[in-house]
């Protein structure tokens, strides 16, 4: 008999709680990981560290703009990087620590140490092999860099190393406008450095909704940060008392260079499978070192599962944890499924972005017929008394059918209020199911409903 029915390679997001779901189904599991700690790059140094540092940060900016308008006089506060750094590191343990209590609850073995598969229905940690009637790789991803740039985690850093700086640099230079670059940027800029971002792109947040896009770049602007775009990064040469960051800008082909103390190097992310034994195993390669899998997340190997980072789609741990439930329900028997058309996507700084289903570019792309409503914070109550009147909700409804198509956010709170429009898309709603739905005031979600109420005879407060 096998050691056990499922054994999870990879404790972050998607593995931890694959594995505690495949315990709560009755299944005998083991999870494996090499970390000191459980959660993967997400709680360890990813998603919880950087919005422990975007929080203190924001915080900090609050006191600075906006708290004599309020009345609240006083000395301005310092920063204290060591301090904050230690506010994040206990953020950190006391995710990763409970995690570690769940294992225990649901009785989850944690294979201590690397896992390697040696053959079917073998894991190999250490010197030690077991056996199990299922293996799930949820490995995750690793940080990618450019041709020419060394990452030495102390000047030229990833979002690892930007989590742990001795100091808060004067001059900071971030390589690419995605989610990892904007927020770890927008955190140092608040801190008081002078942050450039590098995007290759034309525009920053690839594959987000024109609109929202130039919004979100004209408020990042307005805090300092300061753009380069359609700008191709040749290399970063490392002097004794500066970076020097060269770049050939893609319209024209001239080069120019930037100074830096430290470069954010956030060009995105690639699965990590080093070690795992996939050829030996006989398991199927898909581009651009993702796995192949089927609907339902199996390999072309009966018996061996990848979910998150490692296979197609976003690397976004909700949907890895969406992933993970799924295949557990799948080794069980039962019918687990991921609706790849609800999947919310954030990015944590200030304000707020948050998008989900389709973009109107992508409506256009499909030739089909939808209708825009749209409503701006500036005529939510609650907004406007926190300083926070600046955005829009933008919603997209099908012109015969009202049915929601996709909606994007930009402004305070917009990664809770996407969810009431994830609800109402997992449950096939109209546009009208969310204008006749009663909202509580004074509340931000009020800027929803008219949003919902634009898609029809108008907003009321617009």
Request: proline residues 3%; charged residues 25%.
């Given at each position: 008999m096998a050691d056990y029915d499922v054994i999870v390679i990879g404790g972050g997001p998607g593995g931890y709680v694959c594995a505690i779901r495949c315990a709560q189904l009755g299944l005998k599991t083991a999870c494996v990981e090499g970390r000191e700690t459980l959660g993967g790059t997400c709680l360890n140094v990813g998603c919880i560290p950087s919005k422990a540092m975007l929080h203190a940060s924001e915080l900090y900016h609050e006191a600075h703009t906006n708290f004599d308008a309020m009345g609240l006089e006083g000395a301005k506060p310092k920063v204290n990087l060591s301090k904050m750094l230690e506010y994040k590191a206990s953020t950190v343990k006391t995710n990763t620590s409970g995690i570690e209590f769940l294992f225990k609850k649901n009785k989850v073995d944690w294979l201590k140490g690397w896992?390697?598969?040696?053959?079917?229905?073998?894991?190999?940690?250490?010197?030690?092999?077991h056996t199990?009637?299922?293996?799930?790789?949820a490995t995750g991803s690793e940080a990618s860099s450019l041709p020419g740039i060394e990452v030495d985690e102390k000047r030229i850093v990833t979002s690892t190393g930007a989590l742990e700086l001795g100091s808060v640099p004067k001059k900071m230079?971030?390589?690419?406008?995605?989610?990892?670059?904007?927020?770890?940027?927008?955190v140092y800029a608040r801190l008081g450095s002078e942050v450039t971002v590098v995007e290759f792109l034309d525009h920053i947040t690839p594959g987000m909704d024109a609109e929202v896009t130039r919004a979100f770049q004209k408020m990042l602007?307005?805090?300092?940060?300061?753009?380069i775009l359609g700008a191709a990064v040749q290399g970063v040469e490392a002097l004794k008392t500066k970076l020097k960051v060269t770049y050939k800008l893609r319209k024209d082909d001239s080069e120019a260079t930037l100074d830096a103390d430290v470069v954010l190097v956030a060009t995105g992310r690639k699965p990590y499978t080093d070690g795992l034994g996939l050829e030996g195993a006989g398991v199927e390669m898909a581009e651009r070192g993702m796995l192949k899998t089927d609907a339902h997340l199996q390999t072309n190997v009966p018996g061996i599962w990848a979910l998150g980072d490692v296979v197609a789609g976003p690397m976004l741990a909700h949907k890895a944890e969406d992933e993970g439930m799924a295949v557990a329900?799948?080794?069980?028997?039962?019918?687990?499924?991921?609706?790849?058309?609800?999947?919310?996507?954030?990015?944590?700084?200030?304000?707020?972005?948050?998008?989900v289903g389709k973009t109107e570019e992508q409506l256009k792309e499909e030739g089909r017929a939808y209708k825009v409503g749209k409503f701006p914070f500036m005529g939510n109550a609650r907004a406007k008394s926190y300083f926070l009147g600046d955005g829009f909700v933008k919603l997209l409804a099908d012109a015969q059918t009202d049915r929601i198509l996709g909606a994007h956010i930009i402004g305070p709170m917009a990664g809770d209020l996407i969810h009431e429009i994830c609800v109402g898309m997992e449950f096939g709603a109209a546009a009208e199911d969310i204008a006749r739905t009663c909202h509580a005031h004074p509340t931000f979600s009020e800027a929803v409903r008219e949003a919902a109420l634009a898609c029809g005879d108008g907003a009321i407060h617009a």
């Amino acid at each position: 008999m096998a050691d056990y029915d499922v054994i999870v390679i990879g404790g972050g997001p998607g593995g931890y709680v694959c594995a505690i779901r495949c315990a709560q189904l009755g299944l005998k599991t083991a999870c494996v990981e090499g970390r000191e700690t459980l959660g993967g790059t997400c709680l360890n140094v990813g998603c919880i560290p950087s919005k422990a540092m975007l929080h203190a940060s924001e915080l900090y900016h609050e006191a600075h703009t906006n708290f004599d308008a309020m009345g609240l006089e006083g000395a301005k506060p310092k920063v204290n990087l060591s301090k904050m750094l230690e506010y994040k590191a206990s953020t950190v343990k006391t995710n990763t620590s409970g995690i570690e209590f769940l294992f225990k609850k649901n009785k989850v073995d944690w294979l201590k140490g690397w896992g390697k598969i040696d053959g079917a229905g073998k894991v190999t940690v250490g010197k030690e092999t077991h056996t199990a009637k299922n293996i799930v790789i949820a490995t995750g991803s690793e940080a990618s860099s450019l041709p020419g740039i060394e990452v030495d985690e102390k000047r030229i850093v990833t979002s690892t190393g930007a989590l742990e700086l001795g100091s808060v640099p004067k001059k900071m230079v971030v390589i690419g406008a995605g989610v990892i670059g904007l927020e770890m940027g927008s955190v140092y800029a608040r801190l008081g450095s002078e942050v450039t971002v590098v995007e290759f792109l034309d525009h920053i947040t690839p594959g987000m909704d024109a609109e929202v896009t130039r919004a979100f770049q004209k408020m990042l602007t307005k805090q300092g940060l300061n753009f380069i775009l359609g700008a191709a990064v040749q290399g970063v040469e490392a002097l004794k008392t500066k970076l020097k960051v060269t770049y050939k800008l893609r319209k024209d082909d001239s080069e120019a260079t930037l100074d830096a103390d430290v470069v954010l190097v956030a060009t995105g992310r690639k699965p990590y499978t080093d070690g795992l034994g996939l050829e030996g195993a006989g398991v199927e390669m898909a581009e651009r070192g993702m796995l192949k899998t089927d609907a339902h997340l199996q390999t072309n190997v009966p018996g061996i599962w990848a979910l998150g980072d490692v296979v197609a789609g976003p690397m976004l741990a909700h949907k890895a944890e969406d992933e993970g439930m799924a295949v557990a329900e799948r080794i069980a028997g039962q019918a687990g499924h991921v609706n790849y058309g609800v999947i919310p996507g954030v990015i944590y700084t200030t304000p707020e972005v948050a998008t989900v289903g389709k973009t109107e570019e992508q409506l256009k792309e499909e030739g089909r017929a939808y209708k825009v409503g749209k409503f701006p914070f500036m005529g939510n109550a609650r907004a406007k008394s926190y300083f926070l009147g600046d955005g829009f909700v933008k919603l997209l409804a099908d012109a015969q059918t009202d049915r929601i198509l996709g909606a994007h956010i930009i402004g305070p709170m917009a990664g809770d209020l996407i969810h009431e429009i994830c609800v109402g898309m997992e449950f096939g709603a109209a546009a009208e199911d969310i204008a006749r739905t009663c909202h509580a005031h004074p509340t931000f979600s009020e800027a929803v409903r008219e949003a919902a109420l634009a898609c029809g005879d108008g907003a009321i407060h617009a």
